[in-house]
Protein backbone atom coordinates (compact mmCIF):
# COMPACT_ATOMS: atom_id res chain seq x y z
CA UNK A 1 0.00 0.00 0.00
CA UNK A 2 2.89 2.09 -0.83
CA UNK A 3 0.87 4.08 -3.36
CA UNK A 4 -1.75 5.50 -0.69
CA UNK A 5 1.14 6.94 1.07
CA UNK A 6 2.78 8.24 -2.32
CA UNK A 7 -0.48 10.18 -3.14
CA UNK A 8 -0.52 11.67 0.14
CA UNK A 9 2.32 12.94 -0.04
CA UNK A 10 2.00 13.89 -3.28
CA UNK A 11 -0.92 16.59 -1.87
CA UNK A 12 0.95 17.49 0.45
CA UNK A 13 3.78 18.79 -1.16
CA UNK A 14 0.86 20.07 -4.15
CA UNK A 15 -0.62 21.84 -1.05
CA UNK A 16 2.23 24.06 -0.37
CA UNK A 17 1.74 25.93 -3.89
CA UNK A 18 -2.02 26.02 -3.49
CA UNK A 19 -1.48 27.75 -0.11
CA UNK A 20 -0.06 30.83 -1.15
CA UNK A 21 -2.50 31.00 -4.45
CA UNK A 22 -4.38 33.97 -5.43
CA UNK A 23 -8.42 33.85 -5.42
CA UNK A 24 -7.49 34.45 -9.78
CA UNK A 25 -5.88 31.70 -10.25
CA UNK A 26 -8.18 29.59 -8.12
CA UNK A 27 -10.97 30.62 -9.97
CA UNK A 28 -9.24 30.09 -12.94
CA UNK A 29 -8.72 26.37 -12.35
CA UNK A 30 -12.14 25.99 -11.26
CA UNK A 31 -13.52 27.37 -14.69
CA UNK A 32 -11.06 25.06 -16.32
CA UNK A 33 -12.97 22.23 -14.29
CA UNK A 34 -16.05 23.41 -15.72
CA UNK A 35 -15.58 23.68 -19.11
CA UNK A 36 -13.78 20.15 -19.26
CA UNK A 37 -16.47 18.71 -17.73
CA UNK A 38 -19.24 20.61 -20.49
CA UNK A 39 -16.89 18.70 -22.89
CA UNK A 40 -16.56 15.57 -21.73
CA UNK A 41 -20.08 14.05 -20.87
CA UNK A 42 -20.07 11.25 -23.06
CA UNK A 43 -17.21 9.67 -21.62
CA UNK A 44 -18.48 10.74 -17.88
CA UNK A 45 -21.92 8.90 -18.68
CA UNK A 46 -19.72 5.82 -20.15
CA UNK A 47 -18.01 5.05 -17.23
CA UNK A 48 -20.99 5.73 -15.57
CA UNK A 49 -23.19 3.50 -17.49
CA UNK A 50 -20.15 0.88 -16.32
CA UNK A 51 -20.72 1.48 -12.93
CA UNK A 52 -24.32 1.36 -13.46
CA UNK A 53 -24.25 -2.55 -14.67
CA UNK A 54 -22.15 -3.10 -12.38
CA UNK A 55 -24.07 -2.52 -9.70
CA UNK A 56 -27.62 -3.62 -11.08
CA UNK A 57 -25.77 -7.32 -11.27
CA UNK A 58 -24.49 -6.98 -7.48
CA UNK A 59 -28.24 -6.42 -6.31
CA UNK A 60 -27.43 -2.51 -5.31
CA UNK A 61 -30.49 -1.08 -3.56
CA UNK A 62 -32.56 1.53 -5.89
CA UNK A 63 -31.45 3.83 -3.76
CA UNK A 64 -27.70 3.22 -3.88
CA UNK A 65 -28.31 3.03 -7.66
CA UNK A 66 -29.83 6.77 -7.45
CA UNK A 67 -27.00 8.13 -5.27
CA UNK A 68 -24.35 6.32 -7.94
CA UNK A 69 -26.15 7.77 -11.40
CA UNK A 70 -25.12 10.63 -13.20
CA UNK A 71 -27.27 11.85 -16.09
CA UNK A 72 -26.87 14.80 -18.25
CA UNK A 73 -28.90 16.91 -15.72
CA UNK A 74 -26.88 15.90 -12.93
CA UNK A 75 -23.69 16.27 -14.80
CA UNK A 76 -25.53 19.84 -15.42
CA UNK A 77 -25.50 20.67 -11.28
CA UNK A 78 -21.96 19.49 -10.88
CA UNK A 79 -21.25 21.72 -13.77
CA UNK A 80 -23.20 24.56 -12.21
CA UNK A 81 -22.12 23.67 -8.47
CA UNK A 82 -18.16 24.42 -9.47
CA UNK A 83 -19.54 27.70 -11.21
CA UNK A 84 -21.18 28.89 -8.01
CA UNK A 85 -17.78 28.25 -5.86
CA UNK A 86 -16.26 30.37 -8.45
CA UNK A 87 -18.50 33.28 -7.64
CA UNK A 88 -18.25 33.08 -3.84
CA UNK A 89 -15.62 35.14 -1.71
CA UNK A 90 -12.08 33.44 -1.29
CA UNK A 91 -12.00 32.86 2.73
CA UNK A 92 -8.15 32.43 2.60
CA UNK A 93 -6.31 35.46 4.01
CA UNK A 94 -9.77 37.11 5.66
CA UNK A 95 -8.42 39.07 9.19
CA UNK A 96 -11.36 37.63 11.70
CA UNK A 97 -10.28 39.21 14.74
CA UNK A 98 -7.03 42.59 15.31
CA UNK A 99 -6.12 43.66 18.74
CA UNK A 100 -3.45 46.37 20.08
CA UNK A 101 -2.05 44.92 22.67
CA UNK A 102 -0.52 47.63 25.66
CA UNK A 103 2.82 47.15 24.49
CA UNK A 104 2.00 47.68 20.88
CA UNK A 105 2.30 44.34 19.51
CA UNK A 106 -0.80 44.40 17.19
CA UNK A 107 -2.39 40.78 16.97
CA UNK A 108 -4.97 39.51 14.23
CA UNK A 109 -6.39 35.99 13.12
CA UNK A 110 -6.49 35.38 9.98
CA UNK A 111 -8.03 32.28 7.68
CA UNK A 112 -5.90 30.00 5.90
CA UNK A 113 -6.38 26.38 4.37
CA UNK A 114 -6.30 23.09 6.16
CA UNK A 115 -3.73 22.09 3.57
CA UNK A 116 -3.82 18.56 2.51
CA UNK A 117 -7.62 17.12 3.27
CA UNK A 118 -8.33 13.18 2.91
CA UNK A 119 -12.13 12.67 1.61
CA UNK A 120 -13.48 8.67 1.77
CA UNK A 121 -16.87 8.91 0.32
CA UNK A 122 -19.39 6.10 -0.66
CA UNK A 123 -21.63 5.72 -4.39
CA UNK A 124 -22.26 9.66 -5.12
CA UNK A 125 -19.75 9.89 -7.48
CA UNK A 126 -20.79 14.03 -7.52
CA UNK A 127 -18.87 14.20 -4.45
CA UNK A 128 -15.37 13.92 -6.37
CA UNK A 129 -16.17 17.19 -8.07
CA UNK A 130 -18.08 19.10 -4.90
CA UNK A 131 -15.22 17.81 -2.88
CA UNK A 132 -11.94 19.14 -5.61
CA UNK A 133 -13.88 22.69 -6.40
CA UNK A 134 -14.24 23.31 -2.75
CA UNK A 135 -11.13 21.77 -1.30
CA UNK A 136 -9.28 23.88 -4.56
CA UNK A 137 -11.26 27.15 -3.60
CA UNK A 138 -10.43 26.92 0.04
CA UNK A 139 -6.67 26.37 -0.90
CA UNK A 140 -6.34 22.87 0.09
CA UNK A 141 -5.08 19.78 -2.09
CA UNK A 142 -7.84 16.55 -1.51
CA UNK A 143 -6.88 12.90 -1.54
CA UNK A 144 -10.07 11.07 -2.48
CA UNK A 145 -11.22 7.66 -2.18
CA UNK A 146 -14.49 6.88 -3.74
CA UNK A 147 -16.54 3.97 -3.27
CA UNK A 148 -15.71 1.03 -5.04
CA UNK A 149 -19.45 0.63 -6.96
CA UNK A 150 -18.49 4.15 -8.42
CA UNK A 151 -14.62 3.63 -9.62
CA UNK A 152 -15.31 4.26 -13.41
CA UNK A 153 -16.87 7.47 -13.02
CA UNK A 154 -14.91 8.57 -10.20
CA UNK A 155 -11.63 7.91 -12.08
CA UNK A 156 -13.07 9.70 -15.25
CA UNK A 157 -13.71 13.10 -13.42
CA UNK A 158 -10.67 12.80 -11.53
CA UNK A 159 -9.01 12.49 -14.98
CA UNK A 160 -10.78 15.59 -15.96
CA UNK A 161 -9.74 17.89 -12.60
CA UNK A 162 -5.80 16.33 -13.09
CA UNK A 163 -6.39 18.05 -17.21
CA UNK A 164 -7.51 21.41 -15.69
CA UNK A 165 -4.78 21.35 -12.99
CA UNK A 166 -2.44 21.09 -15.99
CA UNK A 167 -4.39 23.43 -17.84
CA UNK A 168 -3.49 26.11 -15.64
CA UNK A 169 -0.05 25.21 -14.94
CA UNK A 170 -0.80 23.89 -11.38
CA UNK A 171 0.81 20.25 -10.15
CA UNK A 172 -1.70 17.57 -10.79
CA UNK A 173 -1.14 16.33 -6.96
CA UNK A 174 -3.56 19.13 -6.16
CA UNK A 175 -6.21 16.16 -6.21
CA UNK A 176 -5.61 12.94 -5.79
CA UNK A 177 -7.19 9.73 -6.17
CA UNK A 178 -6.82 6.38 -4.64
CA UNK A 179 -7.98 4.07 -7.80
CA UNK A 180 -8.22 0.76 -6.13
CA UNK A 181 -11.39 -0.99 -4.69
CA UNK A 182 -8.93 -2.75 -2.10
CA UNK A 183 -10.62 -2.06 1.51
CA UNK A 184 -6.97 -1.68 2.62
CA UNK A 185 -6.82 1.12 1.14
CA UNK A 186 -8.81 2.95 3.24
CA UNK A 187 -7.14 1.59 6.43
CA UNK A 188 -3.86 2.91 5.03
CA UNK A 189 -5.21 6.14 4.45
CA UNK A 190 -6.09 6.96 7.80
CA UNK A 191 -2.82 6.45 8.84
CA UNK A 192 -1.58 8.92 6.66
CA UNK A 193 -0.92 11.85 9.69
CA UNK A 194 2.46 12.63 8.67
CA UNK A 195 0.87 14.31 5.08
CA UNK A 196 -2.45 14.58 5.87
CA UNK A 197 -4.20 17.47 7.99
CA UNK A 198 -7.93 16.00 8.23
CA UNK A 199 -9.81 13.40 6.88
CA UNK A 200 -13.75 13.79 5.97
CA UNK A 201 -16.13 10.92 5.52
CA UNK A 202 -19.29 10.70 3.73
CA UNK A 203 -21.04 7.47 4.05
CA UNK A 204 -22.57 4.85 6.18
CA UNK A 205 -22.61 4.83 9.31
CA UNK A 206 -20.69 1.95 9.51
CA UNK A 207 -17.98 3.31 7.52
CA UNK A 208 -17.86 6.68 9.69
CA UNK A 209 -17.62 5.01 12.77
CA UNK A 210 -14.79 2.61 11.57
CA UNK A 211 -12.96 5.80 10.71
CA UNK A 212 -13.50 7.85 13.52
CA UNK A 213 -12.12 4.63 15.43
CA UNK A 214 -9.13 3.96 13.61
CA UNK A 215 -8.03 7.16 12.13
CA UNK A 216 -4.47 8.62 13.50
CA UNK A 217 -5.61 11.71 11.16
CA UNK A 218 -8.25 14.11 12.82
CA UNK A 219 -11.53 13.57 11.39
CA UNK A 220 -14.92 15.58 10.78
CA UNK A 221 -18.00 13.13 10.65
CA UNK A 222 -20.94 13.43 8.05
CA UNK A 223 -23.30 11.84 10.44
CA UNK A 224 -26.42 10.32 9.45
CA UNK A 225 -29.95 12.02 9.01
CA UNK A 226 -32.58 10.61 11.41
CA UNK A 227 -34.67 13.83 10.56
CA UNK A 228 -38.05 15.12 12.52
CA UNK A 229 -41.25 17.00 12.00
CA UNK A 230 -42.94 17.89 14.86
CA UNK A 231 -46.34 18.91 13.88
CA UNK A 232 -47.09 21.32 16.42
CA UNK A 233 -50.85 22.68 18.17
CA UNK A 234 -51.96 25.01 16.36
CA UNK A 235 -50.86 24.74 13.10
CA UNK A 236 -52.32 25.18 9.29
CA UNK A 237 -53.11 21.10 8.40
CA UNK A 238 -52.83 22.23 4.16
CA UNK A 239 -49.17 23.84 4.76
CA UNK A 240 -48.22 20.80 7.59
CA UNK A 241 -49.15 18.54 4.89
CA UNK A 242 -47.09 19.78 2.14
CA UNK A 243 -44.07 20.27 4.57
CA UNK A 244 -44.26 16.83 5.72
CA UNK A 245 -44.79 15.55 1.90
CA UNK A 246 -41.75 17.46 0.86
CA UNK A 247 -39.61 16.55 3.70
CA UNK A 248 -40.30 12.92 3.07
CA UNK A 249 -40.76 12.35 -0.62
CA UNK A 250 -39.29 14.79 -2.58
CA UNK A 251 -35.64 12.80 -2.31
CA UNK A 252 -35.94 9.77 0.10
CA UNK A 253 -32.87 8.82 -0.28
CA UNK A 254 -30.40 12.03 0.95
CA UNK A 255 -29.84 12.57 4.28
CA UNK A 256 -31.71 15.38 5.45
CA UNK A 257 -34.80 14.08 3.99
CA UNK A 258 -37.20 13.39 7.17
CA UNK A 259 -37.64 10.43 8.62
CA UNK A 260 -40.17 10.61 11.64
CA UNK A 261 -43.42 12.39 12.16
CA UNK A 262 -44.46 13.78 15.84
CA UNK A 263 -47.59 15.11 15.74
CA UNK A 264 -49.40 17.49 18.71
CA UNK A 265 -52.50 14.94 20.37
CA UNK A 266 -54.54 18.22 19.64
CA UNK A 267 -54.16 17.88 16.28
CA UNK A 268 -54.01 14.40 15.34
CA UNK A 269 -57.15 13.34 14.81
CA UNK A 270 -57.22 16.20 12.04
CA UNK A 271 -54.36 15.94 10.76
CA UNK A 272 -53.05 12.39 10.83
CA UNK A 273 -56.01 10.79 8.07
CA UNK A 274 -54.61 13.68 5.33
CA UNK A 275 -50.65 13.53 5.95
CA UNK A 276 -51.30 9.38 5.66
CA UNK A 277 -53.31 9.76 2.89
CA UNK A 278 -51.26 11.56 0.91
CA UNK A 279 -48.25 9.40 1.65
CA UNK A 280 -49.31 6.34 1.18
CA UNK A 281 -50.43 7.39 -2.19
CA UNK A 282 -46.67 7.99 -2.89
CA UNK A 283 -45.84 4.74 -2.09
CA UNK A 284 -44.67 5.62 1.86
CA UNK A 285 -44.53 2.70 4.41
CA UNK A 286 -45.64 4.29 7.34
CA UNK A 287 -44.96 2.88 10.77
CA UNK A 288 -46.59 4.01 14.05
CA UNK A 289 -47.06 3.96 17.80
CA UNK A 290 -50.38 2.94 19.09
CA UNK A 291 -51.78 6.33 19.01
CA UNK A 292 -50.95 6.80 15.42
CA UNK A 293 -52.19 3.14 14.57
CA UNK A 294 -55.80 3.87 16.63
CA UNK A 295 -56.54 6.48 14.12
CA UNK A 296 -54.82 5.72 10.77
CA UNK A 297 -55.58 2.23 9.66
CA UNK A 298 -52.78 -0.02 8.13
CA UNK A 299 -49.58 1.46 9.64
CA UNK A 300 -47.44 -0.93 10.44
CA UNK A 301 -46.10 -1.03 14.28
CA UNK A 302 -42.76 1.07 15.24
CA UNK A 303 -40.43 -0.92 17.25
CA UNK A 304 -37.80 0.73 19.43
CA UNK A 305 -35.09 0.61 16.79
CA UNK A 306 -37.65 2.54 14.10
CA UNK A 307 -37.14 5.79 15.87
CA UNK A 308 -33.35 5.75 15.57
CA UNK A 309 -33.41 4.38 12.30
CA UNK A 310 -32.28 6.51 8.88
CA UNK A 311 -34.48 4.82 6.67
CA UNK A 312 -32.82 6.73 3.23
CA UNK A 313 -36.06 5.56 1.63
CA UNK A 314 -39.94 5.81 1.52
CA UNK A 315 -41.04 4.72 5.06
CA UNK A 316 -41.63 7.11 7.91
CA UNK A 317 -42.46 6.16 11.16
CA UNK A 318 -45.07 8.76 13.66
CA UNK A 319 -45.44 9.15 16.83
CA UNK A 320 -48.31 11.21 18.82
CA UNK A 321 -46.97 13.31 21.67
CA UNK A 322 -48.21 15.40 24.39
CA UNK A 323 -46.62 18.62 23.57
CA UNK A 324 -43.75 21.13 22.40
CA UNK A 325 -41.95 19.76 25.18
CA UNK A 326 -42.55 15.66 24.67
CA UNK A 327 -41.36 16.28 20.98
CA UNK A 328 -38.04 17.67 21.93
CA UNK A 329 -36.96 15.47 24.28
CA UNK A 330 -37.92 13.06 21.44
CA UNK A 331 -35.66 14.34 19.09
CA UNK A 332 -32.96 15.23 21.09
CA UNK A 333 -32.87 11.71 22.54
CA UNK A 334 -33.39 9.54 19.28
CA UNK A 335 -32.17 12.19 16.83
CA UNK A 336 -28.42 12.58 14.97
CA UNK A 337 -28.84 16.00 15.34
CA UNK A 338 -28.72 16.59 11.87
CA UNK A 339 -32.01 18.87 10.48
CA UNK A 340 -35.06 18.96 12.31
CA UNK A 341 -38.47 21.39 12.12
CA UNK A 342 -41.34 22.25 13.66
CA UNK A 343 -44.80 22.94 11.92
CA UNK A 344 -46.37 25.63 14.50
CA UNK A 345 -48.50 28.70 14.58
CA UNK A 346 -47.89 29.50 17.75
CA UNK A 347 -44.36 31.79 18.04
CA UNK A 348 -43.61 30.62 21.36
CA UNK A 349 -43.64 27.18 20.67
CA UNK A 350 -41.51 27.72 17.08
CA UNK A 351 -38.74 29.74 19.61
CA UNK A 352 -38.55 27.49 22.39
CA UNK A 353 -37.99 24.70 19.42
CA UNK A 354 -35.04 26.25 17.75
CA UNK A 355 -34.10 27.10 21.04
CA UNK A 356 -33.90 23.30 22.43
CA UNK A 357 -33.60 21.22 19.79
CA UNK A 358 -29.79 20.45 19.45
CA UNK A 359 -29.30 19.78 16.21
CA UNK A 360 -27.05 21.10 13.19
CA UNK A 361 -30.09 22.50 11.49
CA UNK A 362 -33.62 23.50 13.13
CA UNK A 363 -36.00 24.79 11.42
CA UNK A 364 -39.82 26.74 12.14
CA UNK A 365 -42.25 25.88 9.17
CA UNK A 366 -40.19 24.81 6.61
CA UNK A 367 -38.96 21.49 5.03
CA UNK A 368 -35.82 20.17 6.49
CA UNK A 369 -34.79 19.23 3.01
CA UNK A 370 -33.06 22.29 2.76
CA UNK A 371 -30.26 21.95 4.93
CA UNK A 372 -27.61 21.77 1.86
CA UNK A 373 -24.44 23.68 0.87
CA UNK A 374 -26.28 25.19 -2.30
CA UNK A 375 -29.98 26.49 -0.33
CA UNK A 376 -27.96 28.03 2.18
CA UNK A 377 -25.88 30.16 -0.02
CA UNK A 378 -22.31 28.06 0.88
CA UNK A 379 -22.48 26.89 -2.98
CA UNK A 380 -21.55 23.07 -3.11
CA UNK A 381 -20.82 21.48 0.27
CA UNK A 382 -18.33 18.80 1.66
CA UNK A 383 -20.30 17.30 3.40
CA UNK A 384 -22.86 18.18 6.63
CA UNK A 385 -21.41 17.69 9.98
CA UNK A 386 -23.37 16.62 13.00
CA UNK A 387 -20.37 17.21 15.41
CA UNK A 388 -19.81 20.04 17.85
CA UNK A 389 -16.03 20.82 17.10
CA UNK A 390 -14.55 22.94 13.76
CA UNK A 391 -17.36 22.45 11.92
CA UNK A 392 -21.32 22.04 12.03
CA UNK A 393 -23.65 21.64 9.82
CA UNK A 394 -23.27 21.87 5.81
CA UNK A 395 -19.62 22.55 5.74
CA UNK A 396 -18.55 25.38 2.63
CA UNK A 397 -15.49 26.82 1.83
CA UNK A 398 -15.10 28.99 5.53
CA UNK A 399 -15.12 25.03 6.94
CA UNK A 400 -12.62 23.99 4.79
CA UNK A 401 -9.84 26.59 6.54
CA UNK A 402 -8.52 26.87 9.92
CA UNK A 403 -7.31 30.25 11.51
CA UNK A 404 -3.60 31.44 12.40
CA UNK A 405 -2.55 34.46 14.54
CA UNK A 406 -0.03 36.68 12.88
CA UNK A 407 1.66 39.33 15.10
CA UNK A 408 3.27 42.44 13.99
CA UNK A 409 5.68 43.51 16.32
CA UNK A 410 8.12 46.69 16.84
CA UNK A 411 11.27 45.47 18.87
CA UNK A 412 8.84 44.04 21.69
CA UNK A 413 10.60 41.44 24.12
CA UNK A 414 8.82 39.84 26.94
CA UNK A 415 9.52 41.17 30.63
Known sequence: MMKVERKAASAKDASGILYTASTAKKNELLRAIAARLGKEIKAIRSANEIDLSNARRAGISSTLLDRLTLNEKRIAQMIDGVKDVIKLPDPVGERIQRRRRPNGLVIEKIRVPLGAVGIIYEARPNVTIDAAALCLKAGNSVLLRGGSEAIHSNGVLVGIVKKALKDVGLPTGCVEFIDTTDRKAVAEMLRQDRFLDIIIPRGSQKLIKYIQENSSVPVIAHGEGNCHLYVDSPADVKEAVEIVFNAKVQRPSVCNAAEKLLVHEKMARKFLPAVAEKLTSAGVELRG???????????RPATEDDWYREYLELIMAVKVVKNVDEAIAHINHYGSHHSDSIVTRKRSNGEKFLREVDSAAVYVNASTRFTDGF?????????????????????????????????????????
Not at 390 to 403: D, K, S, W
Open 375 to 415: EFGLGAEIGISTQKLHARGPMGLEELTTTKFIVHGNGQVRK
Open 289 to 299: DGKTRAIVRNV
